[in-house]
């Protein structure tokens, strides 16, 4: 799962945060083992490093707690707004005294990572941490800086044969979207063919009856879903599992594509284009 990011003043770190935590805690099998979260900052923030080692520790009472009550809502600053049913759990004990304990547990905890994400933005680079960490981000130049890699927990890059990729600031809201997708992706009656799985976007917090078109509903409702008998619509930027064969340029179908020299791996992308569907 790859999330990006560029601007910690125009995409607040809080918000990057809660599309990881998210995406954390999706309903997989063996997740911890299977499940790699990356994210990418464009901007070489400290702010954004910072709010990623702390979202890390709530991540392992948040992710628990989701499984445990079969959260639907993953992203704790929709669970816990004030227009959300309070405390809403799927699995029906919301009236449990052991989950109001926990509840108002883990809410106190996500407000504590609130405010050590809004108070670090305010201070020093140099104290928000340690010596160590502060000198790989010292004097980098935020439009050309060589990459730093942090924050491993495991000890080696995935090769997982699907990625999705999302933006910082989008959540999902369906625990099993993986599972869903995967379903499409793993047909043995369409494997050969599908080079990606597309989710499209839902706005919250809009306007009411959408004035100015934000929420792209003639784009993603009608044009998208009408073109899907043409091999679908055009890859959106986001909220998309692709196959990893085929960000390589290889047609799905092409297994074995290691042994196609460059030339013809750059015909097999132009084709590649044309066969893919949502």
Excluded at 85 to 94: L, N, Q, T, V, Y
Excluded at 132 to 137: N, Q, S
Aim: charged share 20%.
């Amino acid at each position: 799962m790859f999330v990006t990011t560029a601007d910690p003043e125009l995409e607040p770190p809080i918000i990057m945060v809660n599309t990881v935590l998210s995406l954390m805690a999706v309903d997989y099998p063996g997740t911890a083992h299977k499940l790699a979260v990356y994210v990418s900052d464009d901007a070489c923030s400290p702010l954004t490093f910072f709010a990623l080692s702390e979202a890390a520790k709530f991540a392992q009472l948040w992710v628990p707690f989701c499984r445990k009550h079969n959260i639907q809502v993953r992203a704790p600053f929709r669970y816990f707004s004030p227009t959300a049913e309070r405390p809403p759990s799927a699995s029906g004990g919301s009236k449990s005294p052991e989950f109001q304990q926990e509840w108002k547990h883990i809410k106190n905890e996500y407000e504590s990572l609130n405010w050590k994400i809004e108070d670090a933005r305010k201070k020093p680079v140099s104290s928000i941490l340690s010596a160590g960490e502060f000198a790989a981000f010292a004097n980098m130049d935020r439009g050309n800086h060589p990459p730093i890699v942090k924050i491993r927990v495991s000890g080696v890059m995935t090769n997982a044969p699907f990625m999705l990729n999302v933006d910082c600031d989008m959540y999902t809201h369906n625990p099993q979207i993986v599972l869903h997708a995967l379903c499409l992706l793993l047909d043995p009656r369409s494997q050969n063919d599908t080079g990606y799985v597309q989710c499209p976007q839902q706005f919250y917090d809009g306007l009411k009856d959408d004035p100015f078109g934000n929420q792209l509903v003639v784009l993603q409702e009608i044009i998208g879903q009408g073109i899907v008998s043409i091999q679908g619509p055009f890859y959106g930027g986001t909220g998309c599992f692709h196959r990893r064969r085929v960000i390589y340029g290889a047609l799905p179908k092409n297994v074995d594509s290691k042994k196609k020299n460059a030339r013809s791996m750059d015909g097999n992308c132009q084709n590649s284009r044309s066969n893919l569907y949502n």
